[in-house]
């Protein structure tokens, strides 16, 4: 499979404060698309569903299995974004966040590199030592 390769910049300034906007806009939207939610399936309960699912069902829904079937479309939407759409996302946000210099990878490569130098020093004093590392 081929990548597509699109240029990015580095998020600083107006981008950096833009980020954090939609980082959080995107999460507290959430709650507004819950009660939006809510209001649209109670409309559409009361407006359509329930005529027509006497129509051609021949038996009244009641708003209680109505949403007991709304809950149970959000659980399959629940296990489906679990199972295939979180690992996705993160998959996308670890290759961002490695492309883009996250202070975790910037600490970790410090450590890294320091890492190096005390195996390094180490080899030294063994060798002075006259210790074989066996591994």
């Not at 993160?90 to 492309?99: D, L, P």
Request: hydrophobic residues 50%; charged residues 20%.
């Amino acid at each position: 499979m081929r990548k597509i390769k699109v240029p990015q910049v580095k998020a600083k300034g107006v981008l950096l404060w833009w980020g954090r906007f939609r980082f959080m806009f995107a999460h507290a939207v959430f709650y507004v698309s819950m009660v939006s939610l809510a209001m649209l399936a109670a409309t559409f309960y009361n407006t359509t569903l329930r005529e027509w699912a006497s129509l051609y069902f021949g038996f009244e829904m009641t708003f209680w299995m109505f949403c007991v079937g709304l809950v149970v479309v959000l659980i399959f939407g629940i296990l489906v974004e679990f199972t295939f759409s979180v690992p996705a996302i993160i998959a996308v946000s670890n290759e961002q966040m490695y492309k883009h210099q996250s202070p975790i990878k910037t600490d970790f490569d410090d450590v890294k590199n320091k890492q190096i130098e005390h195996d390094k020093k180490l080899d030294k004093i063994m060798e002075h030592l006259g210790i074989k590392d066996d591994d």
